[in-house]
């Protein structure tokens, strides 16, 4: 089979993806050794996050107790799915290791691109991420969940956000705009600084001060990451100490490639029906099986390509010598595709009955992360 050409930008991620590749042209390093707490992580341990830019100051706080962010955003564009999990695990993970967490809602970007009014996009977030967060085991302690349209109800915090967006834009030029967004709009542009003041402003006087702030993306964000750093690098009202990001593996769509939030096809959403579960994946799940039970015994599957088997280490299947029997009974044609699928289903439909009784209980916690409901 041959493969096809790798792209990876904030818009579109196709092709092989080869992640050495990416690590040496984008700069990046992959992952040192991490502490005990970060192994007992599936996503560190099966290096699901696989690199980092200045990922050692988060590092030395953890281990020296010192007060760190983790700041991440998301786009309120329609459903919550199983794709969204990997940062979301990420928060609820740093936030148990002491981090105070900052979750920007974009829903100023998304009400240039999505074209829904601003009450329709607080609406999805609240209802689409927030409780999902909830469920998933996000506290509201130590938690700072703000919409960029509205960041505060303290005008100091809110003035110094919009003033570094506003100030940033003295440190940004028309060529790092173009070489990252090609096609550039005002609205791209505001969008950029905002994301960076986004980044920034944990570190100000009024919210935390000089703090390290990680940001977890996947790989296809860090051009908005250097974007931002590049910035805070000119910037000379203020001296930030720089960003720490890393970066995780692309969760992949259920018909391969990247997930698309138009496609109901391409994604599990956390509140599927076990029923919808069953039928997405049977129907869709891109399969490393053979063309026929015969072949499939006698070759046997690829389940490095097969999206269920993705799953299942990405998320599923916690156990590291099961995941491992399931690799080589599949490998070796022991396992059929439809064995395979059948262990996903089952493990997805019985995460997601406990996840959406929790989520119905999430409701009443709304209140104590917005403050204007």
């Known amino acids: 089979m041959s493969k096809k ?5 904030p818009w579109e991620v196709s092709g092989d993806i080869d992640y050495e590749r990416l690590i040496k042209e984008f ?6 050794e991490l502490p005990d707490a970060f192994n ?35 786009m309120p564009s329609g459903e919550f799915h199983l794709g969204h999990m990997i940062v979301a695990q990420q928060m609820i993970f740093y936030q148990k290791l002491g981090a105070k967490l900052y979750i920007a809602v974009a829903d100023l970007e998304a009400y240039n691109t999505r074209k829904l009014t601003l009450s329709e996009l607080r609406k999805i977030a609240i209802e689409q ?14 938690c700072d969940f703000y919409f960029q349209s509205e960041r505060s109800d ?7 956000y919009y003033r570094l967006a506003s100030n940033f834009s003295r440190y940004a030029t028309f060529s790092e705009f173009k070489a990252v967004y090609g096609d550039i709009t005002p609205g791209k542009m505001n969008a950029s600084l905002l994301q960076a ?4 402003h944990p570190q100000l006087p009024e919210f935390e001060g000089r703090i390290p702030v990680l940001i977890p993306v996947g790989v296809d ?36 490639g990247k997930m698309s939030s138009s496609d109901k096809t391409s994604y599990i959403s956390l509140t599927d029906t076990p029923e919808e579960v069953k039928r997405k994946i049977n129907k869709y799940a891109f399969s490393g099986g053979q063309p026929t039970i015969e072949e499939h ?21 916690p156990d590291d010598k099961k995941l491992e029997q399931i690799y080589n009974d599949y490998k070796s044609g022991r396992m059929l595709t439809s064995e395979l699928k059948k262990i996903l289903i089952d493990k997805i439909n019985a995460f997601l009955a406990e996840h959406q009784k929790r989520r119905e209980k999430a409701k009443k916690m709304i209140k104590d992360f917005v403050y204007a409901i």
Do not use: W
């Open 5 to 9: 050409s790798m792209q990876v930008t």
């Open 40 to 74: 007992e992580n599936l996503l560190f341990r099966r290096k699901i996050v696989f690199a980092h830019r200045d990922f050692k100051r988060i590092l030395d706080a953890i281990k020296e107790g010192k007060k760190f962010v983790m700041m991440t955003g998301l």
């Open 129 to 142: 991420y927030l409780l999902n967060y909830i469920a998933l085991g996000l506290k509201p302690e130590n």
């Open 154 to 160: 303290n005008a100091k915090k809110s003035n110094a």
């Open 197 to 200: 003041a986004d980044m920034f």
């Open 297 to 317: 015994r006698k070759y046997g599957g690829n389940p490095d390509i097969d999206v269920s088997f993705q799953y299942l280490r990405m998320f599923f299947e």
């Open 221 to 256: 964000q860090d051009p908005h990451i250097r974007i931002a750093r590049d910035i805070s690098q000119r910037f000379k009202d203020y001296k930030f100490i720089q960003i720490s990001s890393t970066y995780h593996m692309f969760f992949p769509g259920l018909k391969g």
């Open 27 to 32: 700069g990046i390093k992959p992952l040192p």
